[in-house]
């Protein structure tokens, strides 16, 4: 696929469509302005039933509400370390500190825990400074629009957590839980259309929620049935534009030692770079399990 400008992708979000404005999850406040709280139910989680666990995507996503809310200042670049893992019916507590709070910028962190179990913690600069440049240079694959590209079989959908709310379409690559006819990849890069179902507000949560795609495209530049699981995951703020559908393209970097690297692009329908986002995985092979 060739690289192409905004025009190459070519839908108009500001036509028909839904009303992107519900967050994708209830962050509740408590008395205190630097603690917030998460209930965890099964929406917010994925993994084998029985064994299912708060997706590492939703844990960033609700450190940063949490940061953004108490600092009152949108996320620059937030780097999550995953720790444990919190199960659903449990709550997440979310302890925000700031110890550097400047004219324009903030510097602030979460600890993320149920009870007295570390699950994450997050780091992060917050704010916006004037200036009237505003430019990018990455620029979006020039890819069918998500209704011409087939719905992703990576997941199953008929078991009710978070895989089963957010809509995957397959712009290029391989993107189902079976090996690849095709074997190991050229360039170990997945394209894929990503939305919410219900028409949740594409903000910075939801893209940390998007951008914790990256593990599914191991299967992908293995050509196996491959994932991963994030010891951490990096996000850098752009621009957020009003869009239905985010492009994310996943580039899985390199393969070692039981661990897989990769980074992804965020676009907006209309080509915009939205975020960017990297992490490392410790390395899945599941060629022995069948496919979903």
Sequence with gaps: ?????????GADVNSAGPDMTR?????????????????LHDGLCVGPPGKTFMFGG????????????TCGRPVIWATAQYLSYARPGSVVDLDVWVPANGKFTSQARVNAHVGDKE??????????????????????LAVPPPEDCAVSERWRDDVEDLHSQIEVRV???WHRRSASPDGLSGDGRVVLWIRSRGGYAVDSTMLAIMADHVPSGVGHALGRNAGGNS???TIRFLKIVPTEWVLGDVTIIGV????????????AQDGRLMATASQSMILRIRDDEPAA
């Design 231 to 233: 010891l951490d995951n």
């Design 1 to 9: 696929m060739e690289e192409s400008g905004a025009s190459a992708i």
């Design 58 to 69: 939703v844990g960033m996503a609700a450190a940063i509400g949490a940061m953004e809310r």
């Design 171 to 173: 712009a290029q690559g």
């Design 119 to 140: 699950i994450l913690t997050v780091n992060a600069a917050l704010g916006e400074r004037p200036s009237d440049l505003d430019h990018q240079w990455a620029t979006a």
């Design 256 to 267: 070692a030692n039981g661990v897989a690297h990769g980074s992804m692009r965020l676009f």
């Design 23 to 39: 967050p994708f999850f209830d962050l509740k406040a408590t008395h205190n302005p630097h603690r917030w709280y998460l209930p």
